[in-house]
């Protein structure tokens, strides 16, 4: 398959290659665009030869449920009932953003974009090349990442051309995103908000809109035969190529076991570590070792930006080990750990 890359400006954005993006959502096909948590690879969320084009594209289970993108509260209705007022709430407050709302289905959205579940998870991007697509497609949009399933996410157009070029119709490159993360996901099926996957909007910032609200278990555990109402509650997500191992301990014990790994192995390592602990590395970068800061830790939205971007550049630089230190698992870096935790395939060891 020939895929058509439109190189696009966010401000200045191409109505022409929007129309033709648009065209040819409606017509079944499959567009990658940038939103401001990731790149998301689209197609009708209505149409479910659509839906499963996505999962084929991606090597996606099919069990893994959709997030259908609106560019209006309006276009909610058109796709969910059962919506709670303290919801409405939540909508008001990070609406259009980085969260992503779980309602009952209507029946006529295909079971296909659920992964065959009655629920649907449905965010309203607030990103300028995502809203134009949508509207121009005159649908909702199902959007997983634009990666290969189990890949660190896209965060850059290069990604997305790197993973699915030659799998797609389209590809719209609109830059580097601006948060890094995916979207907060919150279950709002019950009585009260539950957080199924953490993100930008963190627990803090929901629970001073709408009160006391849980998290599922499986944010930073893993737990076997989990049914997934939410994408990345159950397979492996996030994965650079290498085997991938967390500390997490006092700086100067994680450092020296980290330190200790490295010089034990006969292949070249990654280690991610933060600005502040840079000093704990110095003369260990070599010629079989690679030393990357996530950022700094007292600026934990610089740390979500990079995340992914480091995980790829490993990936890059063919390491084949990476070792890295944990981060404090308290409002932003929750999310940052889930999908840390998530990357190396739990391997996430106290000292």
Known sequence: MDTIIYHLNSNEIDQSAIEKAGDI???????AFPTETVYGLGGDAMNAKASAKIYEAKG?????????????????????????????????????????????KKNTVPDSTTGGLETLAVRFP?????????????????????NISGRP????????IED?????????????????????????????PMILRPGYITKEKIEDVVGETTVDP?????IEDVVPKAPGMKYKHYAPKADFVMYRGNANKVAEKIIGEANSKDAKVGIITVDQHLNLYEGLVGENVEVISLGDVDNLDSIAHALFNVLRE?????????????????????????????????QVKDI
């Open 218 to 222: 499986s944010i930073l555990e893993k």
């Open 153 to 160: 996410s896209p965060t850059k157009g290069e990604h997305v």
């Open 314 to 346: 490993f990936d890059e630089k063919q390491v084949e080990y990476i070792i890295g230190e944990t981060i404090p698992e308290e409002n932003l870096g929750t999310a940052i750990m889930n999908r840390l935790t998530k990357a190396s395939g739990y």
């Open 126 to 146: 607030n990103h300028p090349v995502a809203q134009a697509l949508i509207k121009s497609a005159g649908t909702s949009i199902a959007a997983p990442s634009a």
């Open 25 to 31: 959502i409606k017509n079944g096909g499959l567009v």
């Open 60 to 104: 996606r289970p099919s069990d893994n449920p959709l997030i259908a993108h609106i560019a209006s509260q309006e276009m909610l209705d058109d796709l969910v009932e059962d919506v709670p007022e303290w919801s409405r709430k939540l909508m008001e407050a990070f609406w259009p953003g980085p969260m992503t709302l779980i309602f009952h």
């Open 164 to 192: 699915l070029d030659g799998r797609i119709d389209c590809i719209i490159d609109g830059g580097e995103v601006e948060v890094g993360i995916e979207s907060t996901i919150i279950d709002c099926t019950g009585d009260a």
